[in-house]
């Protein structure tokens, strides 16, 4: 049984930072696509990064050069750094994972998903 626990979100002012974590468990598969998405109210869901099992990685426009995906050595723990964070990019983060098919940030279909964990970015 796969499952993937977020946290990290919180309540910060524009320009702060935050870290969310996306717990890994029972996950065996030694090929995998990851990635963090985000959903605004009224808004539909939308790619924010995606790192594939040989490390490549891949991000929004929106978010380049401030946000970077990563993972712990073990593979247990999937990260999202966002740096100067702005109020457009309030909403829930949820982080999903597959162990098939191509690995882009416009894919949406993954087996996995996180329960989500709200980040809100104040003016």
């Known amino acids: 049984q796969v499952q993937l626990v977020e946290s990290g979100g919180g309540s910060v002012q524009a320009g702060g930072s935050l870290r969310l974590s996306c717990g890994v468990y029972?996950?065996?598969?030694?090929?995998?696509?990851m990635g963090w998405f985000r959903q605004a109210p009224g808004k539909e869901r939308e790619g924010v990064a995606v790192?594939?099992?040989?490390?490549?990685?891949s991000y929004a426009d929106s978010v380049k050069g401030r946000f970077t995906i990563s993972q712990n050595n073990a593979k247990s723990t999937l990260y999202l750094q966002m740096n100067s964070l702005k109020p457009e990019d309030t909403a829930m983060y949820y982080c999903a994972a597959d162990q098939g098919g191509s690995c882009f940030l416009g894919r949406t279909w993954y087996n996995y998903w996180g329960q989500g964990t709200q980040v809100t970015v104040s003016s």
């Open positions: 790192i594939d099992s040989d490390g490549t990685t």
């Open positions: 029972g996950y065996t598969y030694s090929y995998y696509c």
